[in-house]
Antibody, heavy 120, light 110 residues
Framework: QVQLVQSGAEVKKPGASVKVSCKASGYTFTGYYMHWVRQAPGQGLEWMGWINPNNGGTNYAQKFQGWATMTRDTSISTAYMELSRLRSDDTAVYYC?????????????WGQGTLVTVSS | EIVLTQSPGTLSLSPGERATLSCRAS???????LAWYQQKPGQAPRLLIYGASSRATGIPDRFSGSGSGTDFTLTISRLEPEDFAVYYCQQYGSSPPLFTFGPGTKVDIK
């Protein structure tokens, strides 16, 4: 069965960076785009971008260009999202989500989420 | 940039009632790329509907999606206790930002 398992919660100081991992299993990792979405406490969903695990190609929301970096390691079927220069308002749950092959942009499987807390 | 607006912000209904949720786009959206998600507290979102009207795998048939252009609707024909949650619409376009979520509609128990 398809599973996306994310790394554990992080606490970071302002100005630091965080790298969240998303390990995929149960399907061919290189066959499906992986998206990253974040959700601040009590707020809605904010799309950050996607990575094509097959070739490493990426597409970021304008807000995150030059600030977030999405990578992957196909040998261990894992996608990563690194966010630099963290601020307190980057405190959020960060999700990875697989874009389904036939769901026309819908994200059919999600990780459990990783809480990143930015606090001095 | 396409902006999605959802209404109402909160919908208070009783189990067994019908829920009608609206998602309106600031520009025409390809109905092929309009999706709906359900999110419960402490959980990741779950894909309900894609392509505006196709149910995702395992989604009960009490959930249905419709619409085209700028107006889309998610209908829950008879609310079950487990359906009380927040619902988001999402569009996937060809111009930036590629992916946009609406602000969500909370369906709570009356």
């Amino acid at each position: 069965q398809v599973q996306l398992v994310q790394s554990g919660a992080e606490v970071k100081k302002p100005g630091a960076s965080v790298k969240v991992s998303c390990k995929a299993s149960g399907y061919t990792f290189t066959g499906y785009y992986m998206h990253w979405v974040r959700q601040a406490p009590g707020q809605g969903l904010e799309w950050m971008g996607w990575i094509n695990p097959n070739n490493g190609g990426t597409n970021y929301a304008q807000k995150f260009q030059g600030w977030a970096t999405m990578t992957r390691d196909t040998s261990i079927s894992t996608a990563y999202m690194e966010l630099s220069r963290l601020r307190s308002d980057d405190t959020a749950v960060y999700y990875c989500g697989r874009e389904g092959g036939s769901t026309q942009g819908g994200l059919d499987y999600w990780g459990q989420g990783t809480l990143v807390t930015v606090s001095s | 940039e396409i902006v999605l607006t959802q209404s109402p912000g909160t919908l208070s209904l009783s189990p067994g009632e019908r829920a009608t949720l609206s998602c309106r786009a600031s520009q025409s959206v390809s109905s092929s790329y309009l999706a709906w998600y359900q999110q419960k507290p402490g959980q990741a979102p779950r894909l309900l509907i894609y392509g505006a009207s196709s149910r995702a795998t395992g989604i009960p048939d009490r959930f249905s999606g419709s619409g085209s252009g700028t107006d889309f609707t998610l209908t829950i024909s008879r609310l079950e206790p487990e359906d009380f949650a927040v619902y988001y619409c999402q569009q996937y376009g060809s111009s930036p930002p590629l992916f946009t979520f609406g602000p969500g509609t909370k369906v709570d128990i009356k």
